[in-house]
């Protein structure tokens, strides 16, 4: 028979349900509350994991006056920089290691045989290249040639090949630069070809040598890079003794381009100047700008410059104008100008000669370099007068190297005076016999 319950008191049973939800972490607002597991759990969490150091943070990030997504994304990328950073410094702190492992390491002689120790110090012919720290600095064509009853060796330059690079865009602007040496009577250059690797000159100079010089004489050929603002940077070098050479034929042949040496060319300096052309008004101008690292003719390591700037007419001098006089310095700035009248037939025949002196007060001026410039000229030269007939009525300005005056004198050859026209001629005749 079943047992019957006893009767609960009302009052008793809401004091066990108060205490039943006291016990769970539930009132009775929970009860109403539509949600009340997420509340009780929130309430929970922020009890359990309230903490001095969270709190600390969690300020200081408030006090930002940036949103939390753009906070933490300023952490990260400043967490990635650091990591990038680290793993830089072990690679470079292994290649370190890598390379004095390699410097330390000793070759054991012990065990090797006597006769084979030649094979550790001169390789064999194919390995020669194998690890090589040499330049290619590219190929260049030249032909040689001799008329032994004139005296005359021809010199040509016909091509050059995988020229080294010395733009920022990959290509150069080459010329050749030719002489002999010692005497070094003559210098020619060929002219600049533009943003190329392969030039193709086809150009012949002539020099006259007797016999007995050319045993003793050799041929440089210098590859530039011409730079219309700067000095022209030297892609390399071919030297030819000429007492090797076999001169019962023409030699013709390709040769890979060496380093410039650094110890046979003096520097005479570079002088900068603009060249402006108006047809028109049959005006030349000349405005002398600067020079920089001249030689010094002083003892006491200085100079006292000044250019002259002088005009040639069919071989033979015309005019002349100089600037003033820079005290003790290598590194003048002149920026004077001079105004020439050169009709339009003269300037196809007529020479600008630029030279560089140093002033002395009791002895003779000395020539510091010189330079000329005309249809003519060579190389740079013909370049740079060409651009001015190129663009009439507008300045071109131009950095040139500075050659020794006997050079420039021998190639040039002028003739001290001008000739008197046969008219003048006859009535001055006429005037001193009367």
Not at 15 to 33: E, R, Y
Not at 198 to 224: C, D, G, H
């Amino acid at each position: 028979m079943p047992t019957s319950l006893p009767p609960q008191n009302p009052s008793h049973v809401e004091s066990n349900i108060s205490s039943f939800l006291a016990f769970m972490g539930l009132t009775a607002k929970n009860l109403t509350d539509p949600h009340p597991s997420i509340i009780s759990t929130a309430s929970t969490y922020t009890n359990t994991t309230a903490d001095p150091a969270v709190a600390f943070i969690n300020g200081l990030l408030d006090r930002i006056p940036l949103p939390r997504w753009a906070i933490y994304a300023i952490f990260a990328v400043g967490g990635l920089l650091i990591l990038l950073c680290c793993l830089c410094i072990c690679i470079k702190c292994c290649c370190r290691g890598k390379k004095k492992k390699k410097k330390n390491e000793q070759i054991n002689l012990k065990d090797v045989n006597g006769k084979t120790t030649t094979a550790l110090v001169q390789p064999d012919v194919a390995d020669v290249d194998y690890g090589s720290n040499k330049k290619q600095r590219g190929k260049l064509l030249y032909s040689l040639e001799y008329n032994a009853p004139l005296s005359e060796l021809r010199l040509g330059i016909k091509q050059a090949s995988n020229l080294m690079a010395m733009d920022l865009g990959g290509t150069s602007d080459p010329y050749v630069r030719v002489y002999i040496l010692p005497e070094k009577s003559k210098t020619y250059e060929t002219k600049v070809f533009k943003s190329t690797l392969n030039p193709v000159f086809n150009e012949q100079f002539t020099f006259e040598l007797s016999k007995s010089i050319l045993m003793k004489s050799t041929a440089v050929m210098k590859v530039f890079d011409f730079n219309r603002f700067s000095k022209h940077e030297i892609i390399g070098e071919i030297r030819v003794e000429l007492c090797k050479v076999d001169w019962n034929h023409i030699i013709e042949e390709w040769q890979e381009l060496d380093a410039p040496a650094k110890f046979e060319e003096e520097n005479l300096g570079e002088i900068c100047f603009s060249l402006r052309y108006v047809p028109s008004a049959s005006k030349l101008t000349v405005i002398i700008l600067e020079a920089k690292s001249l030689k010094s003719m002083d003892t006491g390591g200085s100079s006292d410059p000044y250019v002259k700037v002088q005009l040639a007419l069919d071989k033979r001098k015309w005019k002349k104008r100089k600037t003033s006089i820079k005290k003790k310095t290598l590194n003048p700035y002149f920026n004077e100008s001079f105004v020439f009248d050169v009709s339009l037939d003269q300037i196809q025949r007529v020479n600008l000669v630029i030279s560089v002196w140093d002033h002395d007060a009791v002895t003779r001026n000395d020539p510091i370099g010189k330079i000329y410039l005309g249809c003519d000229a060579t190389g740079n030269q013909l370049r740079h007068w060409a651009d001015m007939l190129s663009n009439p009525r507008r300045p071109v300005a131009q950095w040139h190297s500075l050659l020794s005056a006997e050079q420039v004198n021998s190639t040039l050859s002028l003739k001290k005076k001008i000739p008197i026209p046969s008219k003048l001629r006859e009535s001055t005749q006429q005037w001193h016999s009367k």
